[in-house]
């Protein structure tokens, strides 16, 4: 293993307090906690939002901390929920009364940890409600299973959520709002190279030189297929199309397209999927309203990328294109 | 017997011996078919456990139980640390006030154990997960009216193997479905840790 890191144990640690230090205008870490909250937190007459989730992940998710965005961030050790009692410190720390969203990933674990946090908070008077997102096309989506993983399609969540939050909505209708753009997003990713997670200090699986795996997830969790690597635009074709197919996009909709990098590809190698998936997308008679390519929800050092697509109308983007300051995420 | 705050703290010292030797074993089982921390957390929890309840002074089973509870909550993370969290909070709750456990209770407070795992993760028997182990020996304990720590051990170990053969419906390792089949389930391997050194506290003190 090959890091710029000073103890695997204190990784997270030195993340937060180096991130408070690019940001110090704008965000500030709850003492003794993981939670990075913005800097005015609690905002009057705002509903909160607070999300997190593993670290490992940068920008995501203290990159999304800002006006406009999320109220906290709560990060856990590297591919790991945040435990409970964080959780619920990132909430007390942004309820002013007019309650707090919590923004969720689809994974066992977040959801158990992020559940507790919000009973601990009702136990207190606080008014909590959550959204799960479940992006993930790679992943069947069934009830008898722990369903879908949500993965770079939770920034659009972020956005649209804290957006409407800023304009004064009330805590039922920020969760609608959300609940909307999780019903019009979809993801899928791929992979050419595994990540190391400092602590574990080898590999969390292994792809040959020759071989990439299509429907991959956020934590290198297996995907739906292993094959031979081919062609950027070949790539582009196999994402995007299974993702169009999962949304049922016809032609005359409209789009935001991103295209995410996983932390170990360069952004001319993402320009370079998204020109096709821009052709595409043309081709299908498909209107691409914005697009957002680089690195947005990442997996360490792991090389790859992900199509994430949000079907819009006239609301969301109009969220989509209110004002951010969050750090990861500036309009 | 019965079981008291001196046996509690042995049982935690002989998990944590157990699970610190086997930390790689467990985090490479979860890199089969989950995400590879599962050694990583379950160490860094049990050894926090250690640091807590050894510095302290407790006069019932159940203020002890509780801080294990805590502790494995604040620190474990991932979905174990929830899971274990309200396993050990059950049973301080079941257990309120005892200075010792005897056997009734010590399976009343199992059997609260297990519901709050089962409501925690909505997982059920037979669904490759921790619940497996737990279920399967609550099974065992209620034929019983008194602790056998060999015929314990055994059903641990028989239930957590037996993992190996299911494909996995709840938690990470349902993703893979059909190729969770052939692992063993590292909650389950995690969890026969626990009760093998429980069974070995038992053992030493008949």
Same mark, same amino acid.
């Given at each position: 293993?090959?890091?710029?890191?000073?103890? @695997?144990?204190?990784?997270?640690?030195?993340?937060?307090?180096?991130?408070?230090?690019?940001?110090?205008?704008?965000?500030?870490?709850?003492?003794?906690?993981?939670?990075? %909250?913005?800097?005015?937190?609690?905002?009057?007459?705002?509903?909160?939002?607070?999300?997190?989730?593993?670290?490992?992940?940068?920008?995501?998710?203290?990159?999304?901390?800002?006006?406009?965005?999320?109220?906290?961030?709560?990060?856990?050790?590297?591919?790991?929920?945040?435990?409970?009692?964080?959780?619920?410190?990132?909430?007390?720390?942004?309820?002013?009364?007019?309650?707090?969203?919590?923004?969720?990933?689809?994974?066992?674990?977040?959801?158990?940890?992020?559940?507790?946090?919000?009973?601990?908070?009702?136990?207190?008077?606080?008014?909590?409600?959550?959204?799960?997102?479940?992006?993930?096309? %790679?992943?069947?989506?069934?009830?008898?299973?722990?369903?879908?993983?949500?993965?770079?399609?939770?920034?659009?969540?972020?956005?649209?959520?804290?957006?409407?939050?800023?304009?004064?909505?009330?805590?039922?209708?920020?969760?609608?709002?959300?609940?909307?753009?999780?019903?019009?997003?979809?993801?899928?990713?791929?992979?050419?190279?595994?990540?190391?997670?400092?602590?574990?200090?080898?590999?969390?699986?292994?792809?040959?030189?020759?071989?990439?795996?299509?429907?991959?997830?956020?934590?290198?969790?297996?995907?739906?297929?292993?094959?031979?690597?081919?062609?950027?635009?070949?790539?582009?074709?196999?994402?995007?199309?299974?993702?169009?197919?999962?949304?049922?996009?016809?032609?005359?909709?409209?789009?935001?397209?991103?295209?995410?990098?996983?932390?170990?590809? @360069?952004?001319?190698?993402?320009?370079?999927?998204?020109?096709?998936?821009?052709?595409? #997308?043309?081709?299908?008679?498909?209107?691409?309203?914005?697009?957002?390519?680089?690195?947005?929800?990442?997996?360490?050092?792991?090389?790859?990328?992900?199509?994430?697509?949000?079907? #819009?109308?006239?609301?969301?983007?109009?969220?989509?294109?209110?004002?951010?300051?969050? @750090?990861?995420?500036?309009? | 017997?019965?079981?008291?705050?001196?046996?509690?703290?042995?049982?935690?010292?002989?998990?944590?011996?157990?699970? =610190?030797?086997?930390?790689?074993?467990?985090?490479?089982?979860?890199?089969?078919?989950?995400?590879?921390?599962?050694?990583?957390?379950?160490?860094?929890?049990?050894?926090?456990?250690?640091?807590?309840?050894?510095?302290?002074?407790?006069?019932?089973?159940?203020?002890?139980?509780?801080?294990?509870?805590?502790? *494995?909550?604040?620190?474990?993370?991932?979905?174990?640390?929830?899971?274990?969290?309200?396993?050990?909070?059950?049973?301080?709750?079941?257990?309120?006030?005892?200075?010792?456990?005897?056997?009734?209770?010590?399976?009343?407070?199992?059997?609260?154990?297990?519901?709050?795992?089962? =409501?925690?993760?909505?997982?059920?028997?037979?669904?490759?997960?921790?619940?497996?182990?737990?279920?399967?020996?609550?099974? =065992?304990?209620?034929?019983?009216?008194?602790?056998?720590?060999?015929?314990?051990?055994?059903?641990?170990?028989?239930?957590?193997?037996?993992?190996?053969?299911?494909?996995?419906?709840?938690?990470?390792?349902?993703? *893979?479905?059909?190729?969770?089949?052939?692992?063993?389930?590292?909650?389950?391997?995690?969890?026969?840790?626990?009760?093998?050194? *429980?069974?070995?506290?038992?053992?030493?003190?008949?």
């Amino acid at each position: 293993m090959k890091k710029i890191i000073n103890d @695997p144990n204190s990784a997270v640690q030195d993340m937060l307090d180096g991130f408070v230090a690019a940001y110090p205008n704008d965000v500030k870490r709850l003492p003794g906690t993981t939670v990075i %909250a913005r800097k005015d937190a609690p905002v009057t007459n705002k509903v909160g939002i607070v999300s997190g989730g593993g670290s490992g992940h940068e920008p995501a998710h203290a990159g999304y901390v800002g006006e406009g965005m999320l109220d906290a961030a709560v990060a856990g050790e590297v591919f790991t929920s945040p435990t409970p009692d964080q959780v619920f410190e990132g909430i007390k720390a942004v309820d002013n009364g007019a309650g707090v969203l919590l923004v969720i990933k689809n994974y066992t674990g977040d959801i158990m940890n992020f559940e507790m946090a919000a009973e601990l908070a009702e136990a207190e008077g606080i008014n909590v409600k959550q959204v799960v997102v479940n992006d993930d096309v %790679a992943v069947e989506d069934s009830s008898f299973t722990t369903g879908r993983r949500g993965i770079a399609g939770t920034v659009f969540v972020h956005k649209i959520a804290g957006a409407k939050a800023a304009q004064g909505a009330s805590l039922e209708e920020v969760q609608a709002v959300a609940e909307k753009t999780i019903q019009n997003v979809r993801s899928i990713g791929m992979a050419l190279t595994p990540c190391i997670v400092p602590a574990a200090g080898t590999p969390s699986f292994e792809l040959k030189e020759n071989e990439m795996e299509i429907g991959i997830g956020i934590h290198g969790e297996p995907g739906i297929e292993r094959k031979e690597i081919t062609t950027a635009d070949e790539i582009a074709v196999e994402l995007t199309e299974k993702v169009i197919a999962d949304l049922g996009l016809k032609s005359g909709e409209e789009v935001a397209v991103m295209v995410n990098g996983l932390g170990g590809t @360069p952004e001319m190698e993402l320009f370079i999927v998204n020109k096709k998936v821009n052709q595409l #997308l043309s081709d299908k008679g498909i209107t691409i309203y914005d697009t957002f390519v680089g690195e947005y929800m990442t997996s360490l050092e792991m090389a790859g990328c992900s199509v994430t697509l949000l079907r #819009l109308d006239q609301e969301l983007k109009t969220l989509l294109d209110a004002e951010s300051k969050a @750090p990861a995420f500036r309009r | 017997m019965k079981l008291d705050v001196a046996h509690i703290l042995d049982w935690m010292e002989k998990a944590n011996d157990k699970i =610190q030797q086997n930390k790689t074993y467990l985090t490479s089982l979860d890199q089969a078919i989950g995400d590879g921390d599962h050694g990583i957390n379950m160490a860094r929890g049990f050894q926090e456990v250690i640091g807590k309840i050894s510095a302290s002074d407790y006069s019932n089973v159940s203020d002890l139980l509780k801080d294990i509870s805590m502790t *494995l909550l604040s620190k474990v993370g991932g979905a174990s640390g929830p899971l274990y969290g309200t396993a050990f909070l059950k049973m301080s709750m079941a257990l309120k006030d005892s200075d010792s456990v005897d056997y009734p209770q010590f399976v009343h407070a199992m059997e609260e154990a297990l519901q709050g795992i089962k =409501q925690r993760g909505k997982a059920e028997k037979g669904e490759k997960t921790l619940v497996d182990v737990w279920e399967t020996l609550l099974e =065992q304990l209620k034929e019983q009216d008194d602790f056998d720590s060999v015929r314990f051990e055994e059903t641990a170990k028989l239930a957590m193997e037996s993992t190996k053969e299911l494909e996995a419906k709840k938690g990470r390792a349902a993703y *893979l479905r059909e190729r969770s089949i052939g692992h063993l389930d590292p909650g389950s391997v995690s969890s026969y840790y626990i009760f093998s050194s *429980l069974s070995d506290v038992v053992k030493e003190s008949v």
